[in-house]
């Protein structure tokens, strides 16, 4: 007889740190993983929105991809970190994907400016997170001999573009969640 396990769910640690609800509005910024994508706006439901701003057909293409697997809805729009072409005041929780290294890759200056877009887009008292990477350790590491780019500290680059409460959530399986809120008017 073969005992019953649980599949492991590879983004329910993106899922639980983003912490989208039924209803809630959510704006990505960049996507490296499709299907991380499309687990996190499949909470928002029917009733929400999810909306992904990529800058290349490759990361629309990925996208497009993840939430077609999971029969989620996504609205998939084209600008750049520092200008999405989004209504302020509208989302709920904003992510920017670094888990490729493109936030990491920007200079501070571009960096605090997406992060100033990321403010403007979130209605008061929402929260913006940045997922990335940390170095891998212990056998993960050894195992695998594929180089990671360490993502960038978030922390002063959200103070520094006007966010409250910014805190590292929390940092495994290889990720670092960072976030900040929005003041409440």
Request: glycine fraction near 12%; hydrophobic fraction near 45%.
């Amino acid at each position: 007889m073969i005992p019953l396990r649980r599949k492991h769910d590879p983004h329910a640690l993106a899922v639980g740190m983003a912490g989208t609800r039924l209803g809630d509005r959510f704006v990505q910024i960049g996507c490296a993983d499709g299907g991380r994508l499309a687990a996190i706006a499949a909470t928002v439901g029917l009733s929400g929105r999810a909306v992904v701003v990529v800058n290349d057909a490759a990361a629309a293409t990925r996208a497009e991809k993840g939430a077609r697997a999971q029969g989620v809805h996504l609205e998939i729009e084209t600008g750049t970190p520092e200008a999405t072409g989004l209504d302020g005041d509208a989302a709920d929780l904003v992510l920017i994907d670094d888990t490729a290294g493109a936030f990491t890759a920007m200079t501070d200056d571009a960096r605090t400016a997406a992060l100033r877009e990321a403010l403007r887009l979130l209605r008061p008292g929402g929260r913006a997170m940045v997922v990335g990477t940390t170095g891998q350790s212990g056998w993960t590491a050894f195992i695998s001999r594929a180089s990671r780019t360490i993502s960038v500290d978030a922390r002063p680059l959200f103070e520094a573009a006007g966010f409250r409460a910014t805190r590292v959530l929390g940092e495994r399986e290889g990720l670092i969640f960072v976030e900040g809120a929005k003041a409440r008017a």
